[in-house]
C-alpha cells in the first residue's frame, strides 16, 4: 500500500490545523455559514436531514487493517457507532458534531486518511476496480496510477473549482468492475505492442438526470504520458464546460454538444502545450510508486481444496457463499473475498464499529493486512488462502457479515434516500429490505442467478439506477413517494442505459412489480441465460406488458 | 412550524412559544397568521444571525390531538430519525444533542 512521504503527510496536517481554526471561527461568529458553507463541503462535511454528514475518502478503496480499525473508532467514539460505504468507495458518517469534526480529521491523518475531494467542484477521490492488484483477470494492478492521479489531482488550484464535480474511474482488467464508461474520465488500462503500459481513455459518462455513456477519445495514451493528457482534458472542459446552469454544467454535456471527435481534437491541441510542459512525472517517480504496490508473497497453493468441498457439499448457503463470494486471484490456490454488507435484515453498506474491527482483524489475519471498498457496497479480502475459506466463514457468520448474495439480487446498491438524505425524494432503505426480505430464500436467489438491482432517492443517481440491470427510482408525486422500474442497465464493459418501463409504483407496490419483472425473465429464459441477456433479447415489452398489461 | 439545525451540533430543532430552539417537533409553535408567522420568521432570522442556527425552514405542519407534526414525510423523519434506525434516531433519544 501507498505510504505517505512527508509532503503527503504535511498537506494533510496543515489542512487539518486550517479547518480546525474555519471552525472555530464560525462558531465565534467570525465567518458566517454562505462563507464557510464551501469550506466544510471542501473537508467533506456536508448537512443532511438530521445532523451533519462526513465523507471520508478511501482512494481507490483501498484499506489497511489499521485504518479500518479507525474507522470503527470514530464511528464509535464521534458517532452512533456504524457508518456507511458508498458508491464511491468512501465511508460517511451520519451523526457527526461540527465542533468535533477536526478532531476526527486529525485522528484520520494519523492513519493517512482525509476527506478531502470527497465533495465540491474539484476532482473527486479516483476510483478503481475493488479486486485490483489481485484479479486473475487482470493486466495490471491499476491503484498505482491511481495513486499518481490522486497526488496530481489533490489540491491541484487549476481544478479547485471546475464548473462542476469531476470523477475518474480506472481499471486494470478487460472486465470493468469500476464503471469506467459511467465517469467523466474512464481509463481502461492496456499495454501495447511492447509491453509497456498505457490507458483507453473514455470521457464524458455520467449518470444524473441525463445519463450518458462516456466515449473514446484515445485509443492508447502510454502512462508517461497520461498526467498531461488528463490536464489537457480538465484545462478543455474547465474553459469550455457551462458555468450558467448547474445541470448543463459536467463534461458529459459539453462532450455531447461538441461531438466526441471535436471534443477529441480540442484535447489532442491542448495536450501540444500541457505535454511540453514539466508536469508529467518521470519514470523514476512512476517506479517509486509502484514499488507500494508489490503483490504480497503468496505461495502458490492447490485450487481445489477437500475442506472446503466437502462443506459445500452438506452446505448449501456455505456452498453458495463460495460461489458467489469468491472472485479468481493471479496466484492459484487464492481468491478475493467479497464480503457482503446486505444482509437481508440490514441496511445496504453499513457496517458497525464491531463489524470494521472484525473485518481488520480478518484482513491482518488472513489477508495480507488490504481490504477493500467497492463501488458496490461491499468490502473485499483481496489475497484469501482458499484452504482458510472455512475459517473465515465462520467468524463473518458470527459477525452477521455470512452473506452468500454477492452479485445476486439481493447484492443491491441502494442510496441513503428520504431516511438520510436532504435531496432525497423518496427513501431507498426501506424498500430495499423489503426485497431483500422478499427475496430471502437462498436457493430462489441462486436460481435467480446474477442480476445487479440498483437504487437511488432521486435524480441524482448515486444508486447507480441508470446502470441496474434493474434500477429503480425513487420520485415524489405529489407528495407521495413513489419510484419507477429501469430496465437493461450495465455498469461494466457492456455498458448500457437502463430504459424506463412506464408509471411509478407506490412504496406498498414496488416489490411485487420487482417480483413480476422477475417472474418474466423466469419464464422466458433460455439455458443459461442470465437476467440481462434475458432482457436485451426479449426487449422491454414482455416486461411492460406484465406490468401494466397490454397496450 | 420553523424547523432549523443547531449550527454546532447539526441536531435538528423547532421554533417553541418560548423562542427557544426544541429538540422536540410538538415544543413546535405553530401558526397560521401571516403577521405571527412573520414574527416567527423575524425570531428564526435573528438566531441565524446570532450563529445559533443554520438551514432555518418554514414548514407545514399538522395538529393531532393539539399535538403539533411536520405534514411531509421529509420533516416527519427530520423530527424523528431515519424510519430505518429506530434504535438510533430521535425516538429512543429525543434529547440527544448531536
Ligand atoms: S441519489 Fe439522491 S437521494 Fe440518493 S443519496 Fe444521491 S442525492 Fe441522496
Redo the contacts with the bound molecule.
Sequence with gaps: MYAYDTYDRAIINARVDEFRDQVNRRIKGELSEEEFRPMRLQNGLYLQLHAYMLRVAVPYGTLSGEQMNRLAHIARRYDKGYGHFTTRQNIQYNWPKLVETPDILAELAEVEMHAVQTSGNCIRNVTTDHFAGAARDEIADPRPIAELIRQWSTFHPEFAFLPRKFKIAITGAPNDRAAVKWHDIGLILKKDGAGKIGFEVIVGGGMGRTPVIGKTIRDFIPETDLISYLEAILRVYNEQGRRDNKYKARIKILVEALGADVFADLVEQEWQNTKNNPIDVPQAEIDRIYTFFTPPPLEVLEDVVAVVDEKAASDFVFASWVANNTHAHKVPGHVSLTISLKPHDGIAGDATAQQMDVVADLARDYSHNEVRVSHEQNLILPHVAKHQLLEIYQKLELAGLATANAGLLTDMIV????D???????R?IPIGQAIAKRFDDMKRLQDIGPLKLKM????????HHHAGHIGIL?VDRRGVENYQILLGGSGEEDASKAQLLGPGFDADEIVDAVETVVAVYLGERREAETFLSAVRRLGVAPFKEALYGAA | MIIANRLDTGRVVFLGADNQWHTQADKAITATDETVLEDLWAKAQADLDANIIIDAQLIAAEKNDHVAMPSHIKHIIQAQGPTVRTDLGYQVSPDWEG
Design positions: 442510496c441513503p434516500g428520504l438520510y438524505c436532504a435531496l432525497a425524494n423518496a431507498s437511488s432517492g432521486c435524480i441524482n443517481s448515486c444508486g425513487g
